[in-house]
């Protein structure tokens, strides 16, 4: 079963990592952490299908759920990346309740949607050895899409209502650029309407995520009642580490343990 959704079922918070360094071996490498989910990024970082079946390969064998992000909402891609076995995927961008009904059919074989058929030559369908693949395969899927303008602020309600849609995933960056406040997503204004948006997507019952700033922020938010939250990113992790190491080792006060890395 997709992990993402019996998180949702169990009512467990799923915490989850950003990938943007768009490699297998630091997926991998973060795969070992735990986390309940990493979040494979074609939108903002230099990411190819083949990248991403590299990444898909190495966290294969962890008990994850891969979520995938394409740079738009096309049909083309997200078929592309269900084929080569996501099957959990981030929709940007979402704002109405058309375009939501559109990425689900996206996502299913004909007669419910639009998907183009393969199965013994996709990834998805072990190559062909699961013989209930094109019958069973929309089971496991897992279309959360992106609230991150004032636009999607306003269909809430519709989009979350829309069957296929499993959960809306709140964009702060995209969002708060939106209404205006480019860059200051801590701005009160851009929490304010973050804050409403989590409690309308609940009042909904549909699953909400974000992308959390930090530590506190994502605990805000899972107190909050968010279902999964991206509690950080692989380039931070690996910038902040890299800065702390440095900057402990030049302090007069820099400790040994954080040296010892
Ligand atoms: C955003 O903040 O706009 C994102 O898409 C990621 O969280
Ligand atoms: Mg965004």
């Known amino acids: 079963m997709n992990i993402l959704k019996k998180a949702f079922a169990d009512g467990r918070p799923a915490l989850g990592l950003w990938q943007a360094l768009a490699t297998p071996y630091t997926a991998e490498i973060c795969a070992h952490a735990g986390f309940d989910w990493l979040m494979f990024d074609g939108e903002h970082a230099p990411n190819t299908l083949q990248t991403l079946l590299g990444q898909l390969q190495a966290v294969a064998p962890f008990s994850l759920e891969p ?23 981030l929709i940007p961008m979402v ?59 306003e269909n809430i309600e519709a989009i979350a209502a829309v069957p296929g849609v499993d959960a ?21 204004v851009v929490q304010d309407a973050i804050a409403k948006a989590l409690g309308r997507i609940r009042a909904a019952n549909k699953p909400a995520g974000i992308f959390a700033v930090d530590v506190a922020d994502a605990r805000a938010r899972i107190d909050a009642g968010a279902a999964f939250v991206s509690i950080g990113t692989d380039i931070g992790l690996l910038s902040n580490g890299a800065r702390a190491l440095l900057n402990a080792c030049r302090s007069p006060q820099g400790s040994s343990s954080s040296l010892a890395q």
């Open 67 to 89: 979520v995938a992000r394409p740079p738009i909402g096309d049909p083309v891609l997200i078929k592309q990346y269900l084929d080569i076995g996501f099957r959990s995927l």
């Open 168 to 188: 809306l995933f709140i964009g702060p960056a995209d969002l708060a650029g939106s209404l205006g406040y480019l860059g200051r997503s801590g701005d009160p």
């Open 95 to 153: 704002d109405s309740a058309d375009q939501a009904q559109r990425l689900v059919a996206a996502t299913r074989f004909p007669p419910a949607g639009i998907r183009g058929v393969a199965s013994a030559t996709s990834r998805a369908s072990g190559f062909g050895s699961r013989p209930d693949y094109l019958a069973r395969t929309h089971e496991d899927i897992c279309l959360i899409v992106q609230i991150e303008s004032r636009a999607a602020l």
